[in-house]
């Protein structure tokens, strides 16, 4: 039976061009109208002229103004998930028609800290966009930059007091205290404190620790982070993590405990080849699962 589109159903809606919705994904990505212009090959007006179209057409702002550049708007914020729907749904059509495609085989470095929640979500995404696969590469941050150099990695993240000036931010994020339920170690002086072998987060706490003052005692040094959860939540000392990131049976630090408060971190991106498309579709990916992630 032949299959009939109800053409009338979509007679009276507005139509997304996808040139406009490419162009809005991309300074979100960005975070800036005149670098996602030059990734594009566009002039800055014509850039900010296919976003004005776009918002003419869904009838609001998409983007603000910052000091930093630009932002999205909540309606932004609301129609960037299904704008970079619409761009893998182009994709898998251009893809549907082609035959004998080999996959296309990316390799992301990735530190421990940031592998969950979101990193698994970005990898499934990029999947579904085609005949792609993602090799996860765990370690620590220096071995992570040396094999980036090196180009064993096309994609590397890292953990950083600040953006880095040849990366883009890919989420900024707390850092918070974690003990055991109903913790005494906490309280305890010198403050008891388990590390993680690696950890690129440790310096900066220890850095946090020494301006307040408060005498530490670094009690275990656990060899991953599951490790480092079975020793607090035994109240054998203190732990510290990403707010978004909070480990099973655990709890934050009770404000009574007086600690200091721990500074935020970014979470950076460098790419190896700006240039590729497939790379900046991985991006993507990656820029959506962390604007998704709770924190």
């Given at each position: 039976m032949e299959r009939r589109i109800n053409q009338a159903s979509f007679a009276s809606q507005p139509l997304l061009d996808l040139c406009w919705v490419r162009c809005f994904v991309t300074v979100a990505?960005?975070?800036s109208v005149t670098e996602?212009?030059?990734?594009?090959?566009?002039s800055q007006a014509a850039a900010s002229l296919q976003l004005k179209k776009l918002e003419e057409v869904v009838g609001t702002k998409l983007v603000q103004r910052t000091s930093h550049g630009v932002s999205l708007t909540p309606a932004g914020a609301r129609l960037l998930p299904h704008s970079l729907r619409l761009l893998e749904t182009n994709r898998e059509a251009l893809f549907a028609t082609r035959e004998n495609n080999k996959p296309t085989i990316l390799s992301l470095g990735v530190p421990a800290e940031i592998i969950h929640p979101s990193i698994p979500r970005a990898v499934r995404a990029f999947k579904r966009?085609?005949?792609h696969q993602v090799n996860v590469v765990t370690s620590d941050a220096s071995q992570l930059q040396a094999a980036f150099e090196q180009s064993e990695l096309d994609i590397v993240l890292s953990i950083d007091p600040f953006p880095i000036p040849d990366g883009r931010v890919l989420a900024i994020r707390k850092l918070v205290w974690l003990c055991a339920q109903d913790s005494e170690s906490c309280y305890q002086r010198p403050l008891p404190i388990i590390?993680?072998?690696k950890c690129e987060i440790s310096v900066l706490v220890e850095n946090t620790l020494r301006r307040s003052g408060i005498s530490t005692d670094r009690v275990h040094e656990a060899r991953d982070t599951d490790e480092a959860v079975l020793y607090v939540a035994g109240d054998e000392g203190l732990f510290f993590s990403l707010s978004s990131v909070l480990q099973d049976g655990l709890?934050?630090?009770p404000v009574s405990a007086q600690l200091p408060k721990l500074p935020n971190v970014y979470i950076n991106l460098r790419m190896r080849d700006l240039k590729l498309e497939i790379l900046r579709m991985l991006t993507l990916c990656l820029v959506e699962a962390f604007s998704t992630e709770n924190h």
């Open positions: 990505q960005y975070g996602a212009a030059k990734y594009m090959a566009l966009s085609g005949n590390y993680r072998q709890v934050k630090a």
